[in-house]
């Protein structure tokens, strides 16, 4: 069973940056994505960055390109979302996906693993 769990959120000031992780484990395979959603109070949930398990395809929504960047580190089965020049408007619940289909988890975002959440505040 894969397992997802977040952590690194917090409450930060506009401008300020955190740096959240996802710890997975259980994947049977080598073959598969790991996203970041987020969702905000009253919004739909949207990808703001995925990574594939070999850390050769990278996406950003465009919201937070320049200012977010995705990393994993094999060894530790964690990806990271390093997250800078925060904005208000980032205040979500940051949640991390996983899926062997890109198209199934960046585009349509769906899949059958989701973690916990964190929460991200951003304050003006």
């Known amino acids: 069973e894969v397992q997802l769990v977040e952590s690194g959120g917090g409450l930060v000031q506009a401008g300020g940056s955190l740096r959240l992780s996802c710890a997975a484990s259980g994947f049977t395979s080598d073959d598969y994505v790991i996203g970041w959603f987020r969702q905000a109070p009253g919004k739909e949930r949207e990808g703001v960055s995925c990574?594939?398990?070999?850390?050769?395809?990278?996406y950003y929504a465009d919201s937070v390109k320049g200012r977010f960047t995705i990393s994993g580190d094999n060894a530790k089965n964690t990806i990271y979302l390093q997250m800078n020049a925060l904005k208000p408007e980032d205040t979500a619940v940051y949640y991390c996906?996983?899926?062997?289909?890109?198209?199934?988890?960046?585009?349509?975002?769906?899949?059958?693993?989701w973690g916990q959440g964190t929460q991200v505040t951003v304050s003006s």
């Open positions: 996906a996983a899926d062997q289909g890109l198209h199934r988890l960046w585009v349509l975002g769906l899949s059958d693993y």
């Open positions: 990574i594939s398990s070999d850390h050769r395809i990278v």
